[in-house]
């Protein structure tokens, strides 16, 4: 992207796919097409390409070939790891973070959840969760990375902490938006069940994944029923081109995350300390130590994030105000106000997300966009398209 077209910094949300993927994709879609499930040659072929890129991801996320249950997203492999508490005499005892995605919260509260809290810098009170499980806890499910506004939850501790407390519980790790800056083997190698999403590390929409460790077989039940396929948790015929596609962009992104991380923590850096230069009055709604390095979020007191997002928008800078999954939502973000803010101020916070493919001219571009909008605004004039 170049500043004449603006910037895009809505990476949490979604990336572009990498061209290296999309290659890998296009001899699925184009000439490799049979059913996985078939007999034929053209059908093994096919079931051999899910077979490579089912081991290449378990060498990846360090887990074992057959714990891997490839689904139609993050949202249906949070959605899968929840109906694990599930039985038919009613639920079992279940804690979630107040700052989960959707895609936990709303199965969750569907079975009576409770709800652990979060201190006001959107990391997990381990005291407060240490209060909610005991040995009736069947599952517990904690994010390794917030997707609003970026913060790297403690996991080791936590795991160690249920482990002690109540050891038969299931742990399930929401590890979408840490797939892309942290070391997934690493943060949840003490979790029975940890969810991943292709699209946001440069793979294509549509395709995600849940491990699923021995620890947990027993227990999981599927969503849908009607085949045979992923050993009877997802029946459907298998998205080839979206799991190789995943495959290589998890690849990739593994043998490039140190680099990029060093580079986008340093762009993201100098966009916020900029930003705030230039905009007294603006401020991190988290301390920048306590995120991943592509998150920068926002304060900007006295108006409303809409209206900033639709001047930006104008702008040629893409941005967002929260979770794509709640955009155009009435209510504040739950993230923000579980960290203590009020309704009318969440409204006020504006998330910037970067990625791999965030360029320094982006960056510049983005901080003389972000400072005249919120100059506008407070000054009464908005932009028009």
């Known amino acids: 992207m170049t500043v004449a077209e603006g910037a895009y910094l809505d990476h949490a949300a979604s990336t572009p796919v990498m061209p290296e993927v999309l290659d890998a994709m296009l001899v699925h879609l184009r000439d490799n097409y049979a059913n996985p499930s078939g007999i034929h040659r053209q059908a093994r072929n096919e079931r051999r390409a899910i077979d490579d890129a089912r081991e290449l991801l378990a060498e990846l996320l360090g887990c074992a070939p057959g714990e891997i249950v490839f689904t139609s997203g993050g949202t249906e492999a949070d959605n899968l790891a929840i109906a694990c508490a599930r039985h038919p005499t009613g ?60 913060t790297i939850q403690p996991i080791a501790q936590l795991t160690q902490l249920v482990r002690d407390e109540a050891p038969q519980a299931i742990i399930h790790c929401d590890a979408v938006q840490a797939l892309a800056w942290c070391d997934l083997p690493e943060m949840t190698r003490s979790c029975d069940l940890v969810t991943i999403s292709a699209h946001k590390v440069g793979g294509p929409k549509g395709i995600g994944a849940l491990v699923v460790r021995s620890s947990a077989r027993e227990r999981m039940t599927p969503l849908m029923l009607g085949g045979s396929q992923e050993r009877d948790l997802r029946p ?68 409303d994030n809409e209206e900033m997002l639709l001047l930006l928008d104008a702008k040629g800078v893409a ?23 009020t309704a009318e101020q969440a409204r006020t916070c504006v998330r910037f997300t970067l990625g791999a493919t965030t360029t320094a001219a982006e960056i510049d571009y983005a901080i003389g966009a972000v400072i005249d909008a919120y100059e506008q605004l407070l000054g009464g004039v908005v932009a028009t398209k």
Do not use: Q, Y
């Not at 962009?249 to 593994?254: F, G, H, K, Q, Y």
């Not at 993201?268 to 592509?294: K, M, N, Q, W, Y």
């Not at 941005?319 to 803010?341: I, R, Y």
């Open 91 to 150: 639920p079992g005892h279940v804690v979630v973070s107040a700052i989960e995605h959707h895609a936990i919260l709303h199965p969750a509260a569907s079975i009576g959840a409770c709800i652990a809290p979060v201190s006001s810098d959107a990391i997990i009170d381990l005291d407060a969760f240490r209060e909610l499980v005991d040995r009736s806890t069947e599952l517990i499910s904690v994010m390794g990375v917030n997707n609003e506004v970026g």
């Open 236 to 303: 459907g015929t298998e998205n080839v081109a979206g799991i190789v596609g995943m495959a290589a962009a998890v690849a990739l992104t593994s043998e490039r995350r140190s680099e990029m991380n060093a580079r986008v923590h340093a762009l993201r850096d100098r966009f916020v300390d900029e930003v705030i230069e230039g905009l007294p009055g603006v401020r991190e709604t988290a301390p920048r130590l306590l995120r991943s390095a592509g998150n920068a979020h926002f304060t900007f007191p006295g108006i």
């Open 319 to 341: 941005a967002s105000a929260g979770s794509s999954c709640a955009s155009g939502a009435l209510e504040p973000s739950h993230v923000l106000v579980a960290m203590g803010m």
